[in-house]
């Protein structure tokens, strides 16, 4: 089983200031790596699927980068609304796991 | 517009079996793989299962393997998960989830149903 390992697993940040969230997958997953965010009492909503591509709907400021093991979600200027639970989720192998989170709060 | 609405959950006792539901519209159904996600109550995301699109396949996390059976109606466009010898440790919110195709993604959840299993 891949193991996903986020961190930091708490951002204390402002709005306006650059969050960075790292993904650190056991081996590698190619680019088969996707983000979620999460606020309480609701559903993930996609973010970005294949490390790179942002979903239908999703707004520039959130962007995905890496390859192989290593991942990072950017989110260039935090806006009120973005403060929330972030997964990062593979699928290169079976089983599908998730990393355990990020929460991003307000400083 | 997709829709994915859950539904089934309730409380249940160790051992117990409950069947949830999960109805689909604004998609063509049988094209896509659907998913089963799960959260305990304060705890992060688990993937439980995926059935392909016409349901010939079918995968399972090992911690549900052999007790939770996924399954799909195509013609009424729902998901299903039959959970059987249920375990305190399966108490939590169940997410249908749709596939973004070729791709890692999840594309479209459900609000969820909860499941408590308990005594």
């Known amino acids: 089983e891949i193991v996903l390992t986020q961190s930091p697993a708490t951002l204390s940040l402002s709005p306006g200031e650059r969050a960075t969230l790292s993904c650190r997958a056991s081996q590698s997953v190619s680019r088969y790596l996707a983000w979620y965010q999460q606020k309480p009492g609701q559903a993930p909503r996609l973010l970005i699927y294949d490390a790179s591509s942002r979903a239908t709907g999703i707004p520039a400021r959130f962007s995905g980068s890496g390859s192989g093991t290593d991942f990072t979600l950017t989110i260039s200027s935090l806006e009120p609304e973005d403060f929330a639970l972030y997964y990062c989720?593979?699928?290169?192998?079976?089983?599908?796991?998730f990393g355990g989170g990020t929460k991003v709060e307000i400083k | 517009e997709v829709q994915l609405v859950e539904s089934g959950g309730g409380l249940v006792q160790p051992g117990g079996s409950l069947r949830l539901s999960c109805a689909a519209s604004g998609f063509t159904f049988n094209n896509y793989a659907m998913n089963w996600v799960r959260q305990a109550p304060g705890k992060g995301l688990e993937w439980v299962s995926t059935?392909?699109?016409?349901?010939?396949?079918?995968y399972y996390a090992d911690s549900v393997k052999g007790r939770l059976t996924i399954s799909r109606d195509n013609f009424k466009s729902t998901l299903y998960l039959q959970m059987n010898s249920l375990r305190a440790e399966d108490t939590a919110m169940y997410f249908c989830?749709?596939?973004?195709?070729?791709?890692?993604?999840?594309?479209?959840w459900g609000q969820g149903t909860l499941v408590t299993v308990s005594s």
């Open positions: 989720q593979q699928r290169d192998n079976w089983p599908i796991t």
């Open positions: 989830a749709k596939d973004l195709p070729y791709s890692s993604g999840l594309d479209f």
């Open positions: 059935i392909s699109g016409s349901g010939d396949r079918t």
